[in-house]
């Protein structure tokens, strides 16, 4: 319905702007005439009336020929005036030029129908247009696509690409043509056809630029150690110490080693490419990517993290730090919950019955986080819990004597020991709060924005957490997952804290002060946001880094004895949020996998267990073990660098003609 309406309301916004140039030429204000319909063809790119308009403002202007100058491409040039003198240029014969301009509107826009126009489809067109200039639009048209084109992208861009098979099968001996057909068409999803294009320009013209186009296709065609061959046969023809374009494609080289599980053989190829660039923009990045596959140590993505912040115009490391933090615990998205009370609220929340007046009346044995409680409140307001006891380390003292408690007990009852936020305050974090993030970075970078909160409202949303925000992610967090919540709103409260008086030196700033008391203080979730925002600063400041080692360090010592003698919920996940802080000493980290296995192995044993009596119950035999929650997909391998494929410019498309 809803695209259907925008459909409608986008007919209707170009028949306007067509009645508007027809008055217009009437008039004989031809240069207005054609800023409406440069809108109208935006808009709808199919409306014959439109076409129509387009043949009347021609023969106004004294044919297509002067209409021209009409539609110019110096200056600022907009989208819809590239398509109009792109329909221009095909009325007065000018083909090369009606198909370049058609290619520079795909590739700035791809979803939109450009290509579905009759003239395109004329069946003597391919022998009418120069082989050279066909490839070079192809070139333009395909550099931005993505590989493979999901399926409304394909609808498209099929017309253009049916052209430019009839114009191969019109120069079947055009090597240039034969390599760009084979990467748009590969595109679409014609993998075997693209690989015969590939391999007949590649025997036709062997080099650069059909090697990376064979290599792609064989790639895409799921052979992937053809593609190494070709590649690597092309290296060994123009080594990458002495090529810019071979020291890409030698990235591409151990990039697809690395996808392929072989990692290790990949390394020298980047090697090789460091050794004579040191700062080559993708090498470098490429390198502890391919690290990192092999032995998954985050001192890798703070390498990328290092290295953009000391090479900003090296966007690949942006690029591949997003790709490998995605999904994972801190590094991309809050880390999951083990406390009792929490696992009950997801048992009530999963039942269709559940509603905000449901009640849970339930006792836990001992003593819990108590943010846990502000998840079971969120969801459930009427629920209560009873703790049996307290056990020994008492989780409710501090590490230290702090001076900011944001707790306080009446026995094993907890509540809130500080004020609520301004309601402004709460709906600035709440409109802040995110529960994945693109980069640890990025995570600091967007909570810049809460810097002009108070410290007390910041402190006050941690045990005063807004509702979840009033759109889908909000309210199936809210029926399903309210913890992921409170622990986003308990992260980005304390990363806006790490940006209180940041002119401060850090040594002896505020912004340390309130983060220390709470990372030392009672145990609870907002020890976890405090340990986050730390792990932030660290990774965005490098002079914190030893100080920051050194408090995280005392929490960690004081985990690992605590769960000698009784159950730390957040061993878990602090353990996972100290590997995310790789300056930590090698013991320290060394403690913090072996405090992450042993969770581990608990959570395999109670897993293990609940299995057996399931089967016993059920007399059959027992389920398969279940998926790893949201796991993280193979990533497929990158394709190779392409020449020629300038990026689109939002807004306008001066930089497709080379003219400012």
């Known amino acids: 319905m809803g695209h259907a309406e925008d459909e409608d309301d986008q007919r209707l916004a170009a028949e306007g702007e067509v009645a ?60 819809g005036s590239v398509v109009c003198r792109a329909h221009v240029e095909a009325a007065a014969g000018d083909w090369d030029s009606a198909v370049g301009l058609l290619a520079s509107a795909i590739q700035y826009e791809p979803s939109r129908p450009w290509a579905h126009t009759a003239w395109l489809a004329r069946e003597d067109l391919p022998a009418l247009v120069d082989p050279d200039a066909v490839a070079q639009a192809v070139a333009r048209a395909a550099g931005p696509l993505p590989d493979p084109l999901p399926a409304e992208l394909a609808d498209s861009v099929r017309p253009f690409e049916a052209f430019v098979q009839a114009v191969v099968a019109q120069h079947a001996d055009h090597p240039l043509l034969l390599a760009m057909a084979s990467g748009l068409t590969r595109r679409l999803g014609a993998t075997a056809r693209a690989v015969e294009l590939a391999e007949r320009a590649h025997r036709l013209a062997p080099g650069y630029l059909s090697s990376v186009m064979l290599g792609n296709a064989l790639r895409s065609d799921g052979r992937p150690e053809p593609a190494l061959a070709v590649w690597e046969a092309e290296l060994d023809r123009t080594p990458p110490e002495q090529d810019d374009s071979s020291s890409y494609l030698a990235v591409d080289v151990a990039e697809l080693y690395g996808a392929l599980g072989r990692a290790a053989e990949g390394l020298p190829w980047l090697d090789r490419v460091l050794a004579a660039e040191p700062d080559h923009p993708k090498a470098g990045p490429a390198r502890y990517a ?25 966007e690949y490391a942006q ?13 991309g998205m809050v880390a999951g919950t083990t406390e009792a009370t929490v696992n009950v609220l997801r048992q009530v929340l999963a039942d269709e019955d559940t509603g905000r007046d449901s009640e849970i009346d339930c006792t836990v044995s001992a003593l819990e986080p108590p943010s846990s409680l502000l998840a079971l409140h ?47 305050s709460a709906e600035l974090v709440r409109a802040t709060a995110e529960i994945v993030w693109p980069t640890v970075p990025a995570a600091y970078d967007h909570a810049v924005r809460l810097v002009g909160l108070a410290p007390a409202d910041l402190l006050g949303v941690l045990v005063h957490p807004p509702m979840p925000r009033e759109d889908d992610l909000g309210r199936a967090l ?16 304390c990363l806006g804290l790490a940006h209180h008086r940041t002119d401060q030196p850090w040594p002896d700033s505020e912004r340390r002060r309130l983060l220390r008391d709470l990372l030392l203080g009672p145990e609870d979730w907002a020890v976890e946001a405090a ?12 002079d914190t880094r030893p100080d920051i080692a050194e408090l995280l360090r005392q929490r960690l010592l004081h985990i690992a004895e605590a769960q000698r003698s009784r159950v730390v919920t957040i061993q878990r996940s602090f353990a996972g949020l100290v590997l995310a802080a790789p300056w930590l000493e090698p013991d320290d980290l060394a403690l ?69």
């Open 592 to 660: 913090a996998r072996e405090l992450l296995r042993r969770t581990e192995r608990k959570t395999d044993r109670k897993t293990a267990r609940e299995t057996e009596r399931t089967t016993e119950r059920e007399g059959g035999a027992a389920a398969p073990p279940q998926a790893p929650a949201e796991p993280e997909p193979v990533r497929e391998p990158e394709p190779a660098r392409e020449p020629e494929q300038p990026k689109p410019r939002p807004g306008l498309l001066r930089r497709l003609f080379g003219k400012g």
């Open 531 to 542: 340990g986050f925002a730390l792990l932030a600063i660290g990774w965005t400041d490098p």
């Open 20 to 79: 508007v140039a027809r008055l217009a030429i009437d008039s004989g204000e031809l240069d207005h005439a054609a800023d409406h319909l440069a809108d109208a063809i935006v808009a709808d790119p199919q409306l014959p009336e439109l076409h129509e308009a387009l043949a009347e403002l021609c023969a106004a202007a004294g044919g297509p020929a002067a209409a021209r100058e009409l539609f110019p491409l110096e200056g600022q040039v907009f989208l």
């Open 319 to 331: 690029e591949l730090l997003e790709r490998l933090s995605h999904r994972e615990p801190w590094l």
């Open 378 to 424: 969120l969801a459930l307001p009427r629920s209560t819990v009873a703790y049996q006891q307290v056990p020994e380390p008492d989780p409710r003292l501090p590490l230290t004597e702090p001076t900011t408690r944001i707790w306080a007990w009446d026995g094993t009852e907890p509540r809130p020991a500080v004020a609520a936020p301004a309601p402004e």
């Open 290 to 314: 391919l690290c990192h596959a092999l032995d998954g140590d985050p001192a890798h993505l703070l390498g990328l993290a290092d290295h953009h912040r000391a090479h900003p115009d090296h």
């Open 478 to 493: 809210l029926a399903r997952q309210p913890e992921v919540w409170v622990r986003a709103v308990q992260a980005f409260a």
